[in-house]
């Protein structure tokens, strides 16, 4: 199993970027995927998920309304569009795969994990 991310970088406050997961070595479209982040200093912060087949979503507090959880299940990829960024969303941003077909909020729930890709919003 591999997970990849790519799409971090710096953003002003404001401003949007859109973070994918290209997933390989399992049968994507069979398992939930999330992704969470962890900024300097702080814990693991669960932040989105989506089911197997796409049809439902689930975000924490402090970013719905502003990211979106999206899956390409013919490209084996899941992504993440975060819009009006906040200085507060700095941290590392990792994908996970899921046991099973519903995304969890909990780190145990997820099997593997991608290197991370950085966020930082700053002016």
């Known amino acids: 199993v591999q997970l990849v991310e790519s799409g971090g970088g710096l953003a002003q406050p404001g401003g949007s970027l859109r973070l994918s997961c290209a997933a390989s070595?399992?049968?994507?479209?069979?398992?939930?995927m999330s992704w969470a982040r962890q900024a300097p200093g702080k814990g693991l912060e669960w932040v989105s998920g989506?089911?197997?087949?796409?049809?439902?979503?689930y975000y924490t507090d402090s970013v719905k309304g502003r990211f979106t959880i999206s899956r390409d299940n013919a490209r084996n990829t899941v992504y993440l569009q975060m819009n009006s960024l906040k200085p507060g969303d700095t941290a590392m941003y990792y994908c996970?795969?899921?046991?099973?077909?519903?995304?969890?909020?909990?780190?145990?729930?997820?099997?593997?994990w991608g290197q991370g890709t950085q966020v930082t919003v700053s002016s």
């Open positions: 996970a795969k899921g046991r099973g077909a519903t995304p969890g909020r909990a780190a145990y729930e997820y099997d593997y």
């Open positions: 989506i089911y197997n087949d796409g049809s439902d979503t």
């Open positions: 070595g399992f049968t994507f479209s069979s398992y939930a």
